[in-house]
């Protein structure tokens, strides 16, 4: 009608947007944080009253979960990219994809940290992990390709998936410091070796290979373009990084150096080897202990110096291939990350999945704190390191992420059910008691 047509032509001359004369932007540079990645890291340390209570000891959290990313794995995301593209093998705004393999947690922080910086993501991840991973993911646009079978004695399959992807992709670069042999932990920028697996991607074409060869920093004609960059965060040493130069350095200054203890589960180890090394650094009496999940080898290697099937070990019916209602942690190969902690760690803990669900819905209820599976992990390992070490002792661990990335596993009563996990509180008491 003639009406709308008239209304029309008005919002044609006048979008709602120009009605608004533009004004200049003031932001006060204390106030305002410049983007999102401004928001990684500087968490606070959270006492957890009621652990804190019953054990006589300050348990103290460090609340990764506040990260923009939904977890600690932010810092390692920003970390992995702001060193690729100092090395010159990302460049901002080029749209190069960024490959990783991950349970999840570490694919959400790269979609994040990248998008930010323009660039794309692929994530190659087992199908078993919580539903809400991929759809994040998703959310975030990146590329999800999802493999079976999965579990945390195989991480190694989506990994190398990931590895493979990304050399698919052509002009592709590894970190240049991926701790693929001990020398190049002192890794000062020099060009990529060239490794058999890249001397097949660089097939493609020779000027390519050119580029690669001098490690792509000086490759100027091709630099805008888009390139292949696997983030390689089981082996790359700016994971450990992240946490020696970031998370360590303020737990330190938030506990004014009064600590006594720090606890943190592995997945990749980079939390524990970073955070702990630094930690160690400033005190050397000060304990690491691991947080290791059921089914992981870790604590064997911690305890007994050697990584074989626990199945073997405890002579149990041990769950060798198949998941895991803790997700994050756990693993049966010893990756570089670890590697660089196995220094400074003191002593494991094992943890069954019984406890960490327990510990999740107890400190729900009495501190009203809503965690993901990893951090129930840490704070029942936590518990027991308190009792080792009695009264009056500060232990700090890492508090992941939250429990709204674990609705359809570790949060679902049903599938704990299904799976013959109990929930059970009461657990919590007899950990605090040493029962
Ligand atoms: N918790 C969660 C939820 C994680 O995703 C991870 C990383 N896989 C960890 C803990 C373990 O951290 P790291 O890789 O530094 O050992």
Redesign the pocket.
Known sequence: SASVGLYLEHRRREPLLRRVPPRPIEIRKDEVVRGITGLIGNTPLLRIESLSEATGCNILGKCEFLNPGG???DR?ALKMIEDAEEQGLLHPNSGSMIFEG?????GISLATVARARGYETTIIMPDDVSTEKRQTLLCLGAHVEQVRPASIVDQKQFVNLARQRALEFGRTTLPQKSLTDAAEAAAKPTPTPPTEDMVVASQASPTEALHQADGGARGLALEEAPRGFFAD?FENRS?HDA?YLGTGPEIWRQTNGVIDAFV?????????SGTGQYLKEMKPELVVALADPEGSGLYNKIRYGVMFDPKEKEGSKRRHQVDTVV???GINRLTK?FELGLPIIDTAYRVTDAEAVAMSRYLVKHDGLFL?S??ACNLVAAIRLARKLGKGHTIVT?L??SGN?HYSKFWNDEYLKKAGIPIDLSIVADLVDGR
Do not use: F, L
């Open positions: 977890s600690v794995k390692v991950t349970v999840g947690s570490t965060q994971n946490h943190a589960g592995a997945g990749t180890g980079g939390t524990i997700e994050g942690i990350n993901g990893s951090s890492i992941c992420d990335r």
